[in-house]
């Protein structure tokens, strides 16, 4: 998403009436275990949309220090007990570097907490999210989608957690990423986009017995001013 300007421009494209994005990663890459995005399947800690990014997973778990690793499941899963999950993956990859899913989830077994499924869940999505650096992509892609949409046009955006979906909310509300108003010379607020929907649309039931992949999605829709 953080080249769309520039993909659009390459094609000749300077505006549009209308941009949709969809954030949540595709089946393929859920369902192949080489890209190691799912914590149920066997493979190694790769977890790159984009294969030529440089560093994965796995490199992540065995380079970050105590402060980086606790900072990033604490804001980026959420994990309640962060600080517990990265002291033992310090010490566990003192002992021996952690190379794969089956190695990464024996090491953190001993301190999940609640739910064994959601807290993997957690885990994995803040690891996903460093690798890609998927929030700053966003936040890029909002800002892009800005200056590209004409007045009148459209923002659709479906989003899968409440990290994006907090950007896409203030974004809408206040026409940037720092979550503070945009305001011109004299003071005054400037408005870029107008709210279509109050909350967010959220699948209904038949939708996610169709696709339970769905059952998180949250889609915004504002209109440019």
């Not at 002291?87 to 090491?107: G, Y």
């Amino acid at each position: 998403f953080r080249h769309m300007k520039n993909m659009l421009r390459l094609n000749g494209i300077t505006s549009a009436d209308g941009i949709l994005a969809d954030l949540g990663i595709s089946s393929y890459q859920i369902d192949t275990a080489e890209r190691g995005f799912a914590h149920r399947l066997q493979g190694p800690l790769d977890m790159r949309m984009n294969k030529s990014l440089q560093h994965n997973a796995e490199d992540i778990l065995n380079s970050y220090d105590h402060q980086q690793l606790q900072h990033m499941f604490g804001e980026y899963g959420q994990v309640r007990n962060a600080r517990t999950l990265a002291n033992t993956i310090s010490a566990a990859r003192n002992r021996q570097e952690i190379e794969t899913i089956e190695d990464f989830i024996k090491v953190i077994t001993p301190v999940i907490k609640g739910n064994h499924n959601k807290y993997l869940s957690q885990v994995f999505q803040a690891l996903r999210i460093e690798v890609n650096d998927e929030l700053n992509a966003l936040k890029e892609f909002l800002e892009q989608a800005k200056e590209i949409l004409e007045t009148g046009g459209r923002l659709v955006v479906i989003s899968y957690h409440s990290l994006e979906d907090r950007i896409i909310k203030n974004f809408i509300r206040h026409g940037n990423t720092m979550a503070t108003p945009d305001k011109d010379p004299f003071g005054g607020v400037k408005k870029h986009f107008k709210a279509i929907n109050k909350k967010p649309i959220i699948p209904g039931e038949d939708e996610i017995k169709k696709n339970n992949r769905a059952h998180s999605a949250r889609m915004r829709i504002a209109e440019k001013v």
